[in-house]
Structure formats: C-alpha cells, structure tokens
C-alpha cells in the first residue's frame, strides 16, 4: 500500500457527524502509515484546544495557523448563509487565509482533500490545490446544491421556509458555479460520497465529466467499543427516543405532531438553537427533554428504547441512525434518499413519506407493540448483523478514503 500525505481542510469543532467523521478518519489514515496535516479554515477556528491535541495525539499535524488566527465572530445564521453560499462572486477573497497559502508548500502533499462539501470550503481548497500544483479532492456529506427549489423547508416552515427555499434556489445557482469553475479549471479531480444521496440530489455527474466520482460503500462507522457495552434487543421499554441537533432540518417542528399520536413518551436528547422550541418540548406532556447530554447517557437510553422517531429531512449518511442500529434499537425515519440509500433493505429500519406525521406516529406505535422474539429476531437478522459488521470500524472507512485519494498520485 502507497504511502501518502494528505493535506485535510476540514472543521473539527462543530458538534456534528462531519466532525466526527473528519476526525476519525484522519486518525485511522495515521494509523495506515499515511503523513496527515490538517487546515482548519480561518472562519471555522474554534479555541476548543482539548479537539486539537487529541488530533495531535494521534500524530496528525494540525497547522500552527488554527492556534493563531483569531476565533471566529459568532455570526447570525442569515448573514452565514448569505456569505457561505455567495462565496462565487467573492472568488479571490481568502480573508486571513491567504497569508498562510504559500507556507502550505513546505508540507509537500501529495494530495488536497477537502472534507466538506460546501462551496466556501472548496474556494479555500481550490487556491490552496491550485498554488500547491496539487490535485484536489472533495467529500460530499450533504448535496452540495440542488436544481430543485429550495429543500421543501416551505413545507414545516410555512412563510419563513418559503423566504429560505427562494434564497436557497438562488444560491444553487452560485454554488454550481463555483464546482463548475473548479471542475473547469482542472483544479477539481475528484469527488466522494458518504453515500450515494448527495450525487443524486445535486445531480452533480452532469458537470462532472472530466472528475472522478466515488460514492464510499462505508460512509460512516460507529464506535464499537462504547456502543456495545449498552446494545440489547430484548428487554426494552416502552418508550420513543430522538436524538440530533435540535433544528427544523431534523424535524423538530414535527416532533411534538408525532407526540401527540404516540402510545408513549418520546425523550429528546439535543443540543436546542432556538428557545422558542425549548418552551414547545418543555411543556409537551409526552415530551421528556433531556437537554446536551454525555453520550454514554444518550446510548444508554436510546438502547432501552424500542423506536427512534427520526423526522429528518436532511442527511448525507445518518450517524444517528446507525448507531441506533448498533445499540439494538428500531428506527422510523422519512423516506428521504439518505436513509433509503444506505438502511431501508434493513428489517428494523423502517420508512414512511417525508412529511407523513400520522404514518411515522402508526409505524411507532406497531412496533412498541411488538414481542420481543419478533423485535430480537429483525435486529438479530443475517443481513443487519453483516451490516453492523461492515461499519464497525473507522478503519474500513479510511481504507476507502486511502484508495480514493492514492488514485490521484
């Protein structure tokens, strides 16, 4: 196996599963032999040093930039949005970046790989790949834009998702622009998938032609180690669970919805951004919020539980959903292209019609009626066990990540 070394772009301080994946990933190409130096945009710095020497304990080389620059200004999620999806017209404008571009020589990759599929993340990784005379290549987690109008947040959000599908069916357009610049100027070579969902919503193999495409068989994993000290399949209780960042793209509007035609409670792990859903989920009599919890606590909750309410209308590869699956619990979830692609052949995944509150609240209640030999038998099944198996380790998915990118050498 080739040796590489890989320079990542990629933020590690957001409470999310990319960060998860970036992060675990990095460690596990260490571990294959690979030399791995880490950027961190300037405008993703985070002062969250405990993050960053655990990259370094790892033996990652995490850029002496992250330590100087200055924290980024905390900024309201309307002006982001704007900056983060405009970043075309502004194409030459790296801000604090640019005085560390040159410097990026001296680590003679062999290959850029920017881990996010936005457009603000790919005008840094372009000037740095183009400088560097170095191929780049970029993940996809979500779809990087869409040729349809907006995300359907019009649907739950009524007037304000109707103002956030226009912007958003605007800043589309600037963002296929940006992929197609750096798809045109030779800059970008290759694109990855977590799954197969953001190739096919974004439709991204029209423009695509001279790039290389993957969609990674091993999006995610889990960590076995913690997980299965709390998996059980039998003896669980009767009760709902959710877990995610607690925002309308995870289907917090519609929780309380689906509450009020469940059999049982529902108790909320989560991080809350806006305190108006605090009051809602606070004052739900079959709502138990329990607030940002440690996630040993989380997994052995959610591996009590008999069924995942899982409204999300927007995901790439659910981490939540497969480490409900490896703690031995059921999941409903929208039929949306990430869960259908990579867990709806699974017996204990079950899917219903984005939006269809009363079939997500009736399939939930199916299953908090069912024996446990039955629910054993669904999670015990051949198919999911090979499943689990197969994304168990981070290991299996930096060996994808490792082939792809040597490709490029």
Partial sequence: MRKMRVLAIGNVFNPSGVSVHIINVLKELVKMGDEVFLYVPSFLVRRNYEVLKDLENAHISVHHSVYETKEAEEVGTLPYFIRSHTVYLRWNNLGEDRKYIDELKDIKPDVIYDMHE???????????????????????????????????????LGIKGLAYDTLMWMFYKFDKRAFLRSINDGILRGIAGVSKAPFYLSGIEEIAHSVRLKVYEVGNAFNKDIIYKYRRTRGKEDYAVFFARLVPQKGIKELPKIADLLDSKIVVFGKIFNENDRSILMSHPKIEYKGYRPIEEVYNTVAKAKVLIYPSHQDGFSLVVLDTLALGTSVVAYDIPAIRFVFSSL???????????????????????MKDEEYESEHEDEKVKKFLELHSSWANVAKETHDFLSAFL
Avoid: C
């Fill in 118 to 156: 936005d457009s603000i993340t790919l005008r840094l990784s372009y000037h740095i790949a183009k400088r560097l005379n170095k191929p780049l290549v970029k993940l996809l987690h979500d779809e990087p834009f869409r040729n349809s109008f907006g995300r359907g947040y019009r649907k739950f």
């Fill in 347 to 369: 017996k204990p995944v079950r899917t219903v019609r984005e939006y269809d509150i009363k079939e997500m609240a009736s399939t939930a209640n199916s299953i908090l009626r």
